[in-house]
């Protein structure tokens, strides 16, 4: 792991959810540096005493520990950057400094659902350009993590198995929205873009133009998903798709419907919680690495009474890479390290878990294989999404990825 000084300052926004507890409970432990963390929600906070659930009491885990500073945030069509960016702000006095790392977990991940919304409605959620204008406004210097989808592929299985470099070809509304807002980052993060948004905040920050165009340019990285499984959630015990396959396998007379034909890449979410953590560390140390020598040319060119800014605009670096659009915007497919259908899972649950296959009153299958086509829920979904993770692993994970099995007696 990169090694971090000084206390980093992290943000999650939509820290409530599945993944986001998961994340905000890793970030709380011991991860090599020391973490100040906060979230926020989108109508209630999280519960300062985790909810027990027979999933919950039936595993090893620990209790979480207390919960950080928490703050209400709403990305919908009134949401505006002043008030995210009040938010924002509330989380950097919180926190006692600029925030390093914003984690933006918050979404509309239901395919079906996204399908109904309107085209704003979606948008103000899934692509919220609030959310974007208030980091570019209050806090630029923070590394901006999105977790986007393996939906934005095609899921044509000729094509498998999907990694960075292949094409995107959203099916669904849901993935198109997620493929928008990558787009959004990677356009805010290019060279002209970012020297214009930091001059801008000029009046709020009382920064020289000197010192904007200074200012390490701004960073972002949208990691591809893969569906999550894991243990039930810490604080509020909710679970994902295998904490529903296990609740209908362990129902004794409910044969239940299961894809034969749609593959993914599940991931394991302590794994994923490795993966922010490591991209966190490498990030902050090299945005810290840099840090004194830019307070040093600012202060060289404040003395200068430079006031055209020609002469930090070809020194903008991004922390260690080329300083190109490209190495300031980031993608990382995270997937597990073998796809399964969800027959497959639930034929893997159910031997890990030691459950019965059949009925006990009519000894039928309760795992009844199903096509994806023979089910019309209103949208398209991709069938094969295969990832190739080996970037993320090489560069963020550094280990094999654990394996679902590993870790059915979590759910």
């Given at each position: 792991?990169?090694?971090?000084?000084?206390?980093?300052?992290?943000?999650?926004?939509?820290?409530?959810?599945?993944?986001?507890?998961?994340?905000l409970r890793?970030?709380?432990?011991?991860?090599?540096?020391?973490?100040?963390?906060?979230?926020?929600y989108?109508?209630e906070?999280?519960?300062?005493?985790?909810?027990?659930?027979?999933?919950?009491?039936?595993?090893?885990?620990?209790?979480?520990?207390?919960?950080?500073?928490?703050?209400?945030?709403?990305?919908?069509?009134?949401?505006?950057?002043?008030?995210?960016?009040?938010v924002?702000?509330?989380?950097?006095?919180?926190?006692?400094?600029?925030?390093?790392?914003?984690?933006?977990?918050?979404a509309?991940?239901?395919?079906?659902?996204?399908?109904?919304?309107?085209?704003p409605?979606l948008?103000?959620?899934?692509?919220?350009?609030?959310?974007?204008?208030?980091w570019?406004?209050?806090?630029?210097?923070?590394?901006?993590?999105?977790?986007?989808?393996?939906?934005?592929?095609?899921?044509?299985?000729?094509?498998?198995?999907?990694?960075?470099?292949?094409?995107?070809?959203?099916?669904?509304?849901?993935?198109?929205?997620?493929?928008?807002?990558?787009?959004?980052?990677?356009?805010?993060?290019?060279?002209?873009?970012?020297?214009?948004?930091?001059?801008?905040?000029?009046?709020?920050?009382?920064?020289?133009?000197?010192?904007?165009?200074?200012?390490?340019?701004?960073?972002a990285?949208?990691l591809?998903?893969?569906?999550?499984?894991?243990?039930?959630?810490?604080?509020?015990?909710?679970?994902?798709?295998?904490?529903?396959?296990?609740?209908?396998?362990?129902?004794?007379?409910?044969?239940?419907?299961?894809?034969?034909?749609?593959?993914?890449?599940f991931?394991v979410?302590?794994?994923?919680?490795?993966?922010v953590?490591?991209?966190?560390?490498?990030?902050v140390?090299?945005?810290r690495?840099?840090?004194?020598?830019?307070?040093?040319?600012?202060q060289?060119?404040?003395?200068?009474?430079?006031?055209?800014?020609?002469?930090c605009?070809?020194?903008?670096?991004?922390?260690?890479?080329?300083?190109?659009?490209?190495?300031?915007?980031?993608?990382?497919?995270?997937?597990?390290?073998?796809?399964?259908?969800?027959?497959?899972?639930?034929?893997?649950?159910?031997?890990?878990?030691?459950?019965?296959l059949?009925?006990?009153?009519?000894?039928?299958e309760?795992?009844?294989p199903?096509?994806?086509?023979?089910?019309?829920?209103?949208?398209?979904?991709?069938?094969?999404?295969?990832?190739?993770?080996?970037?993320?692993?090489?560069?963020?994970?550094?280990?094999?990825?654990?394996?679902?099995?590993?870790?059915?007696?979590?759910?």
């Amino acid at each position: 792991m990169a090694a971090v000084t000084g206390a980093v300052r992290v943000l999650l926004v939509g820290g409530s959810g599945y993944v986001g507890q998961h994340l905000l409970r890793r970030l709380q432990g011991d991860v090599g540096y020391p973490v100040v963390v906060a979230y926020t929600y989108n109508t209630e906070p999280l519960p300062a005493a985790p909810v027990t659930t027979t999933a919950t009491a039936t595993t090893a885990a620990a209790a979480p520990p207390p919960l950080p500073p928490s703050f209400a945030l709403h990305l919908g069509e009134t949401a505006t950057a002043d008030a995210v960016g009040d938010v924002f702000r509330d989380v950097q006095r919180a926190l006692g400094g600029d925030l390093d790392v914003i984690v933006h977990l918050a979404a509309n991940s239901s395919p079906a659902g996204c399908s109904k919304l309107s085209q704003p409605a979606l948008d103000a959620v899934n692509t919220p350009t609030a959310l974007v204008d208030a980091w570019q406004a209050v806090c630029p210097a923070a590394l901006f993590v999105f977790f986007s989808s393996e939906q934005v592929y095609s899921g044509e299985a000729s094509a498998t198995p999907w990694n960075e470099d292949s094409p995107t070809t959203p099916p669904n509304a849901y993935a198109r929205s997620k493929l928008a807002m990558e787009t959004l980052l990677r356009e805010r993060t290019t060279t002209a873009t970012t020297t214009t948004a930091m001059a801008a905040t000029q009046t709020s920050s009382q920064l020289t133009e000197c010192e904007t165009c200074c200012i390490s340019p701004q960073r972002a990285v949208a990691l591809r998903m893969a569906n999550c499984v894991g243990p039930p959630a810490p604080w509020t015990g909710s679970g994902k798709f295998a904490q529903w396959l296990l609740g209908k396998l362990q129902q004794d007379d409910a044969p239940f419907d299961c894809f034969e034909d749609e593959r993914r890449s599940f991931v394991v979410v302590s794994d994923v919680c490795d993966v922010v953590v490591e991209l966190i560390a490498q990030d902050v140390q090299q945005q810290r690495q840099q840090q004194r020598p830019q307070q040093q040319q600012r202060q060289q060119l404040q003395d200068q009474q430079c006031l055209d800014c020609s002469a930090c605009n070809t020194s903008n670096g991004d922390g260690g890479n080329d300083g190109s659009d490209e190495s300031r915007f980031r993608t990382f497919c995270v997937g597990g390290p073998r796809a399964l259908t969800r027959v497959e899972l639930a034929l893997m649950v159910a031997k890990q878990r030691n459950l019965p296959l059949q009925t006990s009153s009519s000894g039928q299958e309760k795992v009844r294989p199903v096509q994806r086509a023979s089910l019309h829920w209103g949208y398209t979904s991709p069938l094969d999404l295969t990832l190739d993770s080996t970037r993320a692993q090489s560069c963020l994970l550094k280990r094999p990825w654990t394996q679902v099995s590993d870790v059915i007696g979590q759910f």
